[in-house]
Nanobody, 123 residues
């Protein structure tokens, strides 16, 4: 299984970015795909997750600014990030948890991870 993120970059406060994560290697049906982020010197943090049936969970601090979506036919998950803030600066990783029909938040429940894409928000 491979996960590859794209869409990161350097933006200014208030800008938007759309991250993508393409999965391959097996069917992703019946899985949960999630986004996590890790800033320098900090622990990995849950951002959002979506099941193949469309159930969604967000971290409280991302609600209203971030939107997760998924294309099951293409094994792809997206993260639309609006109103970006300097504290959103981090490496953003997608992950997949097979056999999960709930949008789980714990990193330990995910089976595979992508290498990450860097998002930098300057003030």
């Amino acid at each position: 299984v491979q996960l590859v993120e794209s869409g990161g970059g350097l933006v200014t406060v208030g800008d938007s970015l759309r991250l993508s994560c393409a999965g391959s290697g097996r069917t992703f049906s019946g899985s949960t795909m999630g986004w996590f982020r890790q800033a320098p010197g900090k622990e990995r943090e849950f951002v959002a997750a979506i099941t193949s049936s469309g159930a969604i969970s967000y971290a409280d601090s991302m609600k209203g600014r971030f939107t997760i979506s998924r294309n099951n036919a293409e094994n792809t998950v997206y993260l639309q990030m609006n109103m970006l803030r300097p504290q959103d600066t981090a490496a953003y990783h997608c992950a997949v948890a097979f056999g999960r029909n709930r949008p789980v938040r714990s990193p330990s429940l995910y089976d595979y991870w992508g290498p990450g894409t860097l998002v930098t928000v300057s003030s």
